[in-house]
């Protein structure tokens, strides 16, 4: 077997030696990921001839025009603004703030996963190392019944290519099945806290909150295991946390069936191989002298019967061999993939987090013993990534200043705003632009709920006066809409969100029976100076006119004008106005009607 492996090696080096170094370098590529991705695209704009930079070349796009959110636009072309929004993305990933640092610590400290990490090179080294072997194992297990398929290497290649495959089902299902037994421990963490839970709602095992790293402070009143449930997200019998097994019950049929099916295997080709001996026993070598061979010298019967149960014997014996070593290869292998497999499982559990947004955390913090070191590493990543985007944005400018085929003055206004074209520029532009739109969206939600609070005065206004009318309490109608009717005046008719409710009060006001009341305000009011003047005059014994007066103050009708009170100080000048009166005499009204109900 060894000697088969030693040709399938020699005859297939071109193949295996590229896929070991694929599966190599793909350690570092999952350990370094973000970095990888960043690499990537840089990659992917500066390649010459086939990166976008060149695709930009060719199509630059047009300038930026004003809007509601960028009213004095600097000037960056389309082509100009995509390059800048890639790096943009990387950019702000490395401008977090020494309080992001504490709130993911704070974040993995209440989930209780401020001491674990992920797995780092080495381990994942280990475990490609692992399934590698895993692999060669499957592919020497399988062999022997491959080979009866076809030629010796192209089976024993075969075998291998299957034994890599189910190595790499057999490491995705150990990792899930890893993290699936942590998560099972996080559910037996929060319910420990079963007996210790408080009463109410604040003790319920359900999460209150969602929480993420930036709002992780909005629980810090909750219990401890409710916090836990806050930063997890956790299957749910009833209204208690509960524990799964569905990946490890399919991680458990993975590696049965797995053991049954190389059991299976292996059994057949010994069974093959057992045929063919017995087919084909060995013959006994004897030498001339021992057995005379020739077909005239008889053999005696007990000479016949020892010669037969040799050969019986030595047939059997290899058979017995056969067995042997097969069953102590097959149990070998089985110890090696169960130990792979529980190594890898174990890996898994002891090494990841379970808290939505814990990784990140883990990212943030891990490297750093303070809070300096933390937001000094970030400013120096954020002033490379600003370099590389510097570079990249002046390689695409200069290309598109030699490829234009423009006119002097297009030319000229190419060249006047290409210094303020800048990555920085874009960074200050695009804050701008978040601002204005936070800045509109406060405004929106202010104009919604200003315009559900009148909608609700609307509606009481309308139940109020319907039940006015339908009781027939004129009094109250005559009230309702002198209160609410020069407040919905004050709606311009070109509002876009209140006019309506302007235009549906304005029908509401045939119901108002005030206007009748006008004319004989003025016929009360205008007869009153004449009386007082003739009165001065008829008593011209008196000494003094102070008793002038007193006929004049009786006489003044204070309800004349209806309701005053519900008006506001403010509201005078304008009630004066529709009512066609002095203001003065409507604050004197109003005082007046504010004493009467004082005293009633």
């Given at each position: 077997m060894l000697e088969i492996f030693r040709s399938f090696f020699t005859a297939y080096w071109y193949v295996i030696i590229p896929v070991v170094f694929t599966v190599l370098l793909s350690i570092p590529v999952i350990v370094y990921w973000s970095s990888f991705k960043y690499w990537l695209m840089k990659v992917r704009i500066r390649l010459p001839g086939l990166g976008r930079i060149s695709h930009w070349v060719k199509h630059p796009g047009e300038k930026?025009?004003?809007s509601d959110t960028n009213t004095k636009p600097i000037g960056f072309l389309s082509s100009e603004l995509e390059l800048c929004s890639f790096y943009d993305k990387y950019y702000r990933e490395h401008q977090p703030s020494e309080a992001n640092f504490r709130r993911s610590q704070d974040y993995l400290g209440k989930i209780q996963e401020d001491g674990r990490r992920e797995k780092g090179l080495g381990l994942w080294t280990l475990i490609i190392v692992l399934m590698l072997i895993e692999a060669t194992a499957f592919g020497f297990a399988l062999a022997p019944f491959a080979l009866t398929l076809a030629t010796p290497n192209t089976a024993l290649a075969g075998a291998f290519a299957i034994g890599l495959v189910i190595s790499i089902i057999g490491l995705f299902l150990s990792e899930f099945a890893g993290r699936a037994l942590y998560k099972n421990r996080v559910v037996d963490n929060i319910m420990s806290y079963e007996n210790l839970r408080r009463t109410g709602a604040g003790g319920d095992m359900i999460s209150t909150h969602i929480i993420t790293i930036d709002n992780t402070n909005d629980d810090d009143s909750c219990a401890p295991y409710q916090q836990m449930l806050n930063r997890v997200k956790v299957d749910k019998d009833g209204d208690m946390p509960a524990?799964?097994?569905?990946m490890l019950i399919g991680y458990g049929?993975?590696?049965?069936?797995?053991?049954?099916?190389?059991?299976w295997v292996r059994t057949e080709t010994l069974n093959a191989q057992e045929s063919d001996l017995i087919a084909n026993p060995p013959a006994v070598m004897q030498s001339a002298d021992d057995f005379p061979a020739a077909d005239n010298v008889p053999i005696p019967d007990d000479m016949k019967a020892l010669s037969d149960s040799a050969t019986h014997k030595s047939a059997q014996d290899q058979i017995?061999?056969?067995?042997?070593?097969?069953?102590?290869?097959f149990a070998v292998l089985s110890g090696l993939f169960i130990f792979i497999q529980a190594s890898s499982t174990y890996l898994a559990f002891i090494f990841g987090f379970a808290g939505t947004h814990s990784r990140k955390a883990w990212e943030r913090t891990h490297k750093f013993s303070s809070a300096d070191d933390f937001m000094r590493y970030h400013a120096n990543k954020a002033r490379g990534v600003a370099n590389d985007a510097q570079a990249s944005l002046g390689t695409l400018q200069g290309l598109q200043m030699k490829v234009f085929r423009v006119g002097g003055k297009e030319l000229e206004a190419l060249r006047s705003d290409l210094l303020n074209r800048t990555f920085e520029s874009y960074i200050a532009q695009e804050d701008e632009k978040n601002a204005a739109k936070a800045r509109k969206n406060v405004t929106d939600n202010l104009g919604k709920e200003s315009r559900k609070v009148i909608e609700n005065y609307f509606k009481k206004v309308v139940a109020d006066l319907s039940a006015a009318i339908e009781a027939g309490d004129n009094a109250r109608i005559n009230d309702l809409i002198s209160v609410a009717g020069p407040r919905f005046e004050q709606i311009a008719d070109n509002d876009p969100t209140l006019a309506?409710?302007?235009?549906?009060?304005?029908?509401?006001?045939?119901?108002?029976a005030q206007p009748n009341a006008a004319p004989t305000t003025a016929a009360v009011v205008a007869p009153v100076e004449p009386p007082v003047a003739e009165v001065a005059q008829a008593v011209e014994a008196a000494p003094t006119p102070t008793p002038t007066a007193a006929p004049a103050q009786t006489t003044f009708d204070h309800n004349a004008f209806g309701d005053l009170t519900g008006y506001e100080e403010d509201d005078i000048d304008y009630v004066a106005t529709k009512k066609?009166?002095?203001?003065?005499?409507?604050?004197?009204?109003?005082?007046?009607?504010?004493?009467d109900k004082s005293e009633a």
């Open positions: 930026e025009k004003p524990k799964r097994f569905t049929v993975f590696i049965i069936g797995l053991a049954v099916a190389a059991f017995d061999s056969l067995h042997r070593a097969s069953l102590v290869t309506d409710f302007k235009k549906q009060f304005a029908g509401l006001s045939i119901f108002n066609g009166v002095d203001a003065a005499v409507i604050r004197r009204a109003r005082k007046l009607q504010l004493l």
